[in-house]
């Protein structure tokens, strides 16, 4: 079995920074690459950001420059420190990973149970 696990979600107020960490256990061959989704009320789950196990990081638009994403796949952990944050950031924020158990597999995709980012004054 797998678990992702994160932690680090609250409330800030605008402008704020907050810093989330995820970390992946349990049976896992390798992981491909890890990441951060958000799903804002009424609105469809969207990516945040991505990196890779070669260190290759992507961002939805909307946060370039003011998130970055890091991960140690030694440790299976992954983390996003959100900087500069606005009301519009406010949304549930899952980790992501992309892994296999067993090398003889595929990789699939594995969700942490999320948590809470509230930017409000």
């Known amino acids: 079995q797998v678990q992702l696990v994160e932690s680090g979600g609250g409330s800030v107020q605008p402008g704020g920074s907050l810093r989330l960490s995820c970390a992946a256990s349990g049976s896992i061959f390798s992981i491909n690459a890890m990441g951060w989704y958000r799903q804002a009320p009424g609105k469809q789950r969207e990516l945040v950001a991505t990196?890779?196990?070669?260190?290759?990081?992507d961002y939805v638009d909307s946060v370039e420059g003011r998130f970055t994403i890091s991960a140690d796949y030694a440790k299976n952990t992954v983390y996003l420190q959100m900087n500069s944050l606005k009301p519009e950031d406010t949304a549930v924020y899952y980790c992501?990973?992309?892994?296999?158990?067993?090398?003889?597999?595929?990789?699939?995709?594995?969700w942490g149970q999320g948590t809470q980012v509230t930017v409000s004054s």
């Open positions: 990196i890779t196990n070669r260190g290759r990081a």
């Open positions: 992501n990973a992309r892994l296999r158990t067993d090398w003889r597999d595929r990789d699939y995709d594995y």
